[in-house]
């Protein structure tokens, strides 16, 4: 028996989930198998009540508008308090595209409002113009130096981030939140595990070091704590992201 479990549960996975949700989620199982340690998955859907206690890592992807209408009003009547609980605590909760949207305070798509989990101080809005699409590379620092994040982003809403909200990294290629600020995706929470992000594609295998720093933090060890693995086929999908988004390889 594994002496450690990686607890992940699901949010709305049957309607949040067009953005390769289920690689990001496969490619933890896979890395934490490999070392020896547990990992369990759940699932929660509308209605569905949340244990804050009972998870490690919550997971909310990216889906269609009006599957994301119906998660927001879940998430605000009937999870939100758990999520707020967990987070409280230091579990890691991780947003992909509609899901990083759904962090925040809310998002305005016209004259309706979706609200939020008010995890972070975030807004994002519709506006007209063109869709954010394509490559993208971010620098981020999550203690252990610059490191570089690739992925696609493919977005309508533009996110900005409040006085008391730090952006994940800094947009080196690609647009980010909103295409102007330079600043791509959230961190913050009490224990600065809350996460939002739009780059996906799907975002963990290709960034193997991202997908071991989230199940370190959920599992409250330190980020180089899990150990080195044969990353060949990570790394190769890493560096083609990286000139896909027209960085070198280095």
């Known amino acids: 028996m594994a002496e450690r479990t990686l607890r992940v549960l699901a949010l709305y996975p049957d309607l949040m989930n067009i953005y390769a949700d289920r690689g990001n ?11 020896g340690i547990g990992f369990e998955l759940a699932g929660a859907g509308l209605g569905d009540a949340v244990d804050p206690d009972a998870h490690d890592l919550f997971y909310l992807g990216g889906g269609q508008d009006r599957d994301q209408a119906l998660c927001a009003s879940d998430l605000a009547t009937v999870k939100r308090e758990a999520i707020h609980a967990a987070a409280a605590r230091g579990a890691v909760v991780f947003g992909v595209c509609g899901g990083h949207q759904l962090l925040g305070h809310g998002y305005e798509l016209g004259s309706e409002r979706l609200p939020g989990l008010g995890l972070v ?20 620092d999550l203690g252990r130096g610059p490191e570089v994040l690739a992925g696609f ?13 730090a952006a994940l990294g800094r947009v080196l290629k690609g647009h980010g939140n909103d295409g102007r600020s330079g ?11 809350v996460i939002g992000t739009y780059l996906h594609g799907p975002l963990l ?18 980020p180089d704590s899990l150990g080195p693995l044969d990353d060949a086929f990570e790394d190769a999908a890493h560096a ?6 027209g960085l070198s390889d280095q």
């Open 121 to 140: 101080d975030l807004e994002t809005v519709r506006e007209e113009g063109p869709r954010l699409i394509g490559n993208v590379a971010i620098e981020v």
């Open 205 to 222: 295998p290709k960034n193997a070091w991202f997908a071991d720093w989230l199940a370190a933090a959920a599992l409250g060890l330190a």
């Open 25 to 35: 989620l496969l490619l933890l199982r896979r890395r934490m198998e490999w070392r």
């Open 153 to 165: 982003e493919n977005h309508g809403g533009r996110t900005r981030l409040g006085p008391d909200a």
């Open 240 to 245: 083609a992201a990286r000139r896909a988004a």
């Open 183 to 193: 600043a791509e995706g959230v961190r913050g929470g009490a224990h600065g595990t």
